[in-house]
């Protein structure tokens, strides 16, 4: 069977390690990392839920992710394809059907908060907030979210970008722009940090970030940061089985999913101290929410020294972030069409982003004018569109995906070729493989039935 393969072209892929780890991490760092993240640790208390988040991230990220690259790498397939390919004839790859949903509902409703970020170019630049009060800023960000023209014409823009470096291809589109995009990154959120802690009492910030206070962990923190580590690692929808199958087979998978995390999980860290010193340093209160970045920060700037030029760099540092994730996301949905549909990759483009594009034309509709339509989502009561995809997607399929990927590696394979692939057909000493097979056999289940039961509304 495998030598059928040399008939077809090439495969496109990674060609480089740097290349390899920024695509993989610019799909990890995203909206996730430097919108929610800060506002939901702003929630739920600071330090002690970055350290559940850290644990969830550790005994349950990681694993997860090894075996989402470890699926792609073995089928060299889209994420459909590549449960078919290892267990033909069986219902996993329904497992691949379920991510092809949740990349369509989450890219749905991403471009539209992504949109948003573009629209906060265009105001900073234009300085627009330094005429506004406090009150106010929150009413430009109300206005602008519920208006019916101005954001779709945004996440259609944004959208256009995303296509555009799908349509490149792997190694000319995604991995290229990751190459450049990622290290911009890096630079523009290490300017943020050094303006945020050397701004005169930005100390109370930075303890709210390291000094845990374990009585506010409640049990919906917990199951908050585990949905979290979910989403903000690109993981149950087969983001990296697509990306695993892009690896090539030299290199050290559980080596990536290391560095990946541990890159995701720092920029999360660099993000949160970017923000909180500088909402301290003003006395603002750092549990406003979704509203966080759209609405407190703008006041922050405003009041900072330089905060001309830093607010512009922050909504670009959204935007780029937002952008090396959604074309992860579009990815999932073309190789399938590609693989599976025999489609060009140009036709796979166009039929998936004017797909999804639409369906995220509806969610922003509903912040507005179709804010009147509701549907039920069990265990969360009516939603409008928005927020139906939103919590459809991270409540149930992320964590059912995350289900299924680890008790797909943990019993469905044969041990043995899940070790020949982690180990590069036995190259590499693999002394963690023993406790990567625990987790992924064991505390990753249980840990994500514990809360998609609690969802359910069952706990
Ligand atoms: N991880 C990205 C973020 O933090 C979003 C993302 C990209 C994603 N691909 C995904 C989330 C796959 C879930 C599944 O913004």
Redesign the pocket.
């Known amino acids: 069977m495998e030598n059928m393969n040399n008939n077809l072209p090439e495969r496109d892929g990674f060609a480089s390690k740097f290349g390899i780890i920024a695509a993989a991490a610019g799909?990890?760092?995203?909206?996730?990392?430097i919108?929610?993240f800060p506002y939901i640790t702003g929630i739920y208390g600071g330090a002690a839920f970055i350290i559940v988040y850290l644990v969830c991230i550790t005994l349950i990220g990681a694993p997860v992710m090894l075996s989402e690259f470890t699926i792609g790498r073995k089928a060299q397939r889209n994420a459909i394809g590549s449960f078919k390919k290892i267990a033909p004839n069986s219902p996993w790859f329904i497992t691949g059907w379920m991510g092809f949903l949740?990349?369509f509902s989450?890219l749905s409703f991403?471009g539209v908060v992504a949109g948003w970020s573009l629209d906060y170019i265009v105001s900073a630049i234009m300085n627009k907030f330094a005429t506004m009060g406090p009150d106010e800023i929150g009413g430009h960000f109300g206005g602008l979210i519920s208006s019916a023209w101005r954001p779709i014409f945004w996440q259609v823009v944004f959208m256009a970008m995303t296509a555009g470096v799908v349509l490149g291809g792997v190694k000319d589109g995604i991995e290229k722009y990751a190459k450049i995009l990622m290290p911009l990154l890096l630079v523009i959120i290490v300017i943020l940090d050094i303006r945020a802690v050397t701004l005169p009492g930005s100390g109370a910030g930075v303890s709210f970030l390291l000094k845990p206070d374990f009585t506010k962990v409640s049990s919906e923190a917990i199951l908050s940061a585990l949905g979290h580590a979910?989403?903000?690692?690109?993981?149950?929808?087969?983001?990296?089985i697509t990306y695993g199958s892009y690896i090539g087979k030299k290199e050290n998978l559980g080596e990536v999913a290391m560095q990946v995390t541990i890159a995701?999980t720092l920029i999360a860290l660099l993000a949160g101290l970017a923000i909180f010193p500088a909402v301290f340093a003003f006395g603002i209160e750092p549990s406003a929410g979704p509203g966080l970045v759209f609405i407190t920060l703008p006041n922050v700037f405003q009041q900072m020294p330089g905060g001309y030029i830093f607010q512009i760099l922050f909504f670009v540092l959204l935007a780029v972030?937002?952008l090396t994730?959604?074309v992860?996301?579009l990815e999932?949905v073309v190789a399938y069409f590609q693989e599976e549909k025999n489609m060009s990759r140009t036709k796979s483009v166009i039929i998936a982003t004017v797909a999804i594009t639409i369906l995220g034309m509806a969610a922003s509709l509903s912040m507005g004018p179709w804010s009147d339509i509701k549907i039920l989502l069990p265990g969360f009561g009516q939603l409008n569109i928005f927020d139906w995809l939103d919590k459809f997607?991270?409540n149930y399929m992320?964590p059912l995906g995350g289900l299924f990927i680890s008790l797909f590696v943990g019993f469905k394979m044969d041990r043995e070729d899940v070790y020949n692939e982690v180990s590069d057909e036995g190259d590499l000493s693999v002394s963690y493989f023993g406790a990567y097979m625990i987790l992924t056999k064991f505390i990753a289940p249980i840990g994500i039935s514990i809360v998609f039961l609690h969802n359910f509304g069952l706990f």
């Open positions: 799909s990890a760092i995203g909206l996730g990392n919108w929610k949740a990349a989450i991403y979910f989403f903000s690692l690109s993981l149950g929808m087969g983001t990296m995701d972030a937002a994730s959604s992860s996301i999932v997607s991270a992320l």
